[in-house]
């Protein structure tokens, strides 16, 4: 995975990870609350991880303790060769893009009955389908297409055609307020959950984005520094290029912004939103996420994942390896890969589960 790959990996990365507290009104385990689901390479749902296995291309479940792991499918689902995939899971079914059967969408329960192929036509790309208000919504052969989740096709309207152009052909999605966000290669654009107020909120080149109380935070790829609605609020550089890859990034929590300071050996800063005062948590980062405290990659030689407060204190190691990037923590577990086996193949690396305590620590494999 070479310096080529580097600002590749922050946008694949940032398509399906960014299911964090800002994000997670996506994920309802109500099925008829749903409004927006979007493929992921695992799910967690009632003490249960259900995920696709880098090793065989299959879908299991495994206990959040790592125990009890069960095969779900028989068929490879289609991930494009890295940890995105082509699985949605909702209340109800997991739904699958079925590499076994000419890359068409399956429909499964949760334990492995009652399989059924919902469409007939082979999709296109590993995230090439999304459910909205209860219909999937796929791209084949370069048209867009409708259906129920039984397999009914449905006429697309052209709002619900808008959708689709903007989220096949976006980096980055993100629902907030009834309004899809999109990144794409020109800037990042809203539209309403009804395909209404199409407008762009940001011009120019832009590497990843958040959005908190309607305003859009990113880091401007032309001088790498963090703004917010257009304007510079962080005159640091958040990224690094090691020459090997891209490190760092920021994260937003309880008005605060977390972000690295490329030209402070990638220390952690937190700033306030409202008032932009400043101060260092002083751990350096390659990746992090806070979710209460901070958990993050050392920046020094990649081998740890620690946990600290909000102040930099109280830091201790939860796991180590050949650390690659943390994914979200969701409630009591921490997802995070580490480096590919072999260097040379475009993936993402292997992905791991650990419980904040750091007792419990297995692969999804």
């Keep these: 995975m070479g310096k080529k790959v580097g600002f590749f990996l922050i946008i694949i990365i940032s398509v399906y990870l960014n299911f964090n507290t800002l994000a997670k009104t996506m994920i309802s385990k109500n099925y008829n609350e749903t409004k927006l689901l979007m493929p992921k390479m695992?799910?967690?749902?009632?003490g249960y991880i259900y995920y696709v296995s880098e090793n065989d291309g299959l879908i299991y479940k495994v206990r959040v303790d790592g125990k009890d792991k069960k095969q779900i499918t028989k068929d490879r689902v289609f991930t494009d060769g890295m940890l995105l995939s082509g699985m949605i899971m909702d209340g109800k079914?997991?739904?699958y893009i079925n590499e076994s059967d000419k890359n068409r969408l399956y429909r499964i329960n949760r334990d492995g009955t009652g399989k059924i192929c919902i469409a007939k036509r082979s999709l296109d790309i590993s995230d090439g389908f999304y459910l909205l208000n209860g219909y999937i919504y796929y791209f084949s052969g370069f048209n867009f297409f409708k259906i129920s989740i039984d397999g009914k096709e449905m006429k697309l309207?052209?709002?619900?055609?808008?959708i689709c152009q903007m989220y096949f052909n976006s980096f980055k999605k993100i629902l907030y307020n009834n309004y899809i966000y999109f990144l794409q290669r020109d800037g990042i654009y809203k539209i309403k959950i009804d395909g209404t107020n199409k407008c762009k909120v940001v011009s120019g080149g832009?590497?990843?984005?958040?959005?908190?109380?309607?305003?859009?935070?990113?880091?401007?790829?032309k001088d790498l520094c963090l703004y917010k609605d257009g304007k510079k609020i962080v005159n640091n550089r958040?990224?690094?290029?090691?020459?090997y890859e891209w490190i760092g990034n920021f994260d937003i929590s309880n008005e605060y912004i977390y972000y690295t300071n490329?030209?402070?050996?990638?220390?952690?800063?937190k700033m306030k939103i409202d008032t932009k005062e400043k101060s260092i948590i002083g751990v350096k980062a390659a990746s992090f996420k806070v979710n209460g405290n901070i958990y993050y990659i050392d920046s020094v030689d990649r081998t740890?994942?620690?946990?600290?407060?909000?102040?930099g204190k109280k830091n201790y190691e939860i796991a180590k390896g050949q650390l690659l990037y943390i994914y979200e923590v969701d409630n009591d577990l921490i997802f995070?890969?580490?480096?590919?086996?072999?260097?040379n193949d475009f993936y993402l690396g292997r992905c791991f589960v650990v419980q904040k305590n750091g007792k419990t620590a297995f692969e999804l494999n």
């Design 206 to 221: 832009i590497y990843d984005f958040k959005v908190v109380n309607s305003s859009v935070f990113y880091i401007n790829e």
């Design 262 to 269: 490329a030209d402070d050996d990638m220390k952690i800063y």
């Design 336 to 343: 995070y890969s580490t480096y590919p086996e072999d260097e």
């Design 42 to 46: 695992y799910f967690v749902n009632e």
């Design 157 to 162: 309207t052209y709002r619900e055609r808008e």
């Design 93 to 95: 079914f997991i739904y």
């Design 304 to 311: 740890g994942l620690y946990n600290t407060d909000l102040n």
């Design 238 to 243: 958040i990224l690094k290029d090691t020459g």
